[in-house]
């Protein structure tokens, strides 16, 4: 990667923060894109939701890794939620894509934060890269969030769409929301527990960007999930076993999560996503952590 100069957006974030130690630790320059008054002098203000990027901050920069979005589910869905889900991927995305394909001499590279949601609800059947978007609120949302790349693509930006799935870690998403009900012995499989479940260590997802920023062959969109999907019964006794606590052998009813959690249940927590990372793994990507047990371990020591 060279002396490369990074331009992250959502650096405070999971995911931000644990790359921006990756890049540092590997000597990178790194320059972050925040909505508040830059504050250090490797912070560049913008406004993603008005549109506002002075093209200076993405001067002399190699790459650009986007992550900034409201969180899926921090929240019910009401109608205004859904809609700052999806503007604050749409907006932010649109706003970098057109600050790119401005420049002269743009970065070469946008690796842009999406989600294996694209695929809907897959039941039991894997699906990679070359499947079709899926049905649904979050399928839908993915697809526009994808599309926003579009003119940073047709101004010759190599853009990769990041379709993640649940990365893990104790320090935050959907593992840590979960680890205090675990802690009390009170962990159960959700709805049938049948449903898959795509999940990538948080050790694998840093690595497989630093790999994406550095492979030029690589463009469009990449599942960024472990080889192994697990069923949600599965991914309920391997955090029981990783914590040493029991788990209750109940499922938590689906229409009990539809009352407490709405929409989002459905689409968030009872629908089932068997996800490969075909595109890595033809690439030569070797993973760290590919197997449940091994990524619990390391999330929960981290």
Avoid: C
Wanted: charged share 20%; no cysteine; proline share 6%.
């Amino acid at each position: 990667m060279g002396d490369m100069t990074i331009v992250v957006t959502g650096s405070s974030g999971l995911l931000g923060s644990a790359l921006i130690r990756a890049l540092t630790a590997e000597g990178r320059q790194v320059r972050r894109l925040v909505r508040h008054e830059p504050a250090a002098p490797d912070e560049a203000f913008w406004n993603p939701g008005k549109g506002i990027l002075d093209p200076a901050a993405l001067e002399h920069a190699d790459a650009v890794v986007h992550l900034a979005g409201a969180g899926i589910g921090d929240r019910r869905w009401t109608a205004s939620y859904k809609r700052t889900v999806l503007e604050s991927r749409t907006r932010g995305t649109a706003t970098l894509a057109a600050a790119l394909a401005g420049m002269g001499a743009p970065p070469r590279v946008l690796l842009s934060g999406s989600a294996v949601g694209f695929y809907g609800d897959t039941k039991d059947r894997s699906v990679d890269e070359h499947d079709r978007q899926g049905a649904g609120f979050l399928a839908d949302v993915v697809a526009q969030w994808e599309g926003a790349t579009a003119r940073a693509a047709d101004a010759g930006v190599r853009v990769v769409r990041l379709r993640s799935g649940v990365v893990l870690s104790r320090k935050g998403g959907a593992l840590a929301k979960v680890l205090p009900i675990f802690r009390m012995g009170m962990g159960a499989p959700l709805g049938s527990g049948r449903q898959y479940f795509s999940w990538i260590s948080l050790n694998d997802w840093v690595a497989a960007v630093l790999f994406l920023l550095q492979n030029e062959e690589i463009s469009g969109p990449v599942n960024v999930t472990s080889p192994e999907p697990v069923t949600n019964a599965e991914y309920t006794k391997a955090i029981g076993r990783a914590m040493r606590r029991p788990t209750l052998p109940i499922p938590t009813p689906g229409f009990a999560l539809r009352l407490a959690l709405g929409e989002f249940a459905d689409e968030g927590l009872l629908v089932g996503q068997r996800v490969l990372p075909r595109v890595l793994q033809d690439a030569g990507y070797h993973f760290i952590e590919p197997d449940l047990p091994t990524a619990l371990k390391s999330a929960l020591n981290d």
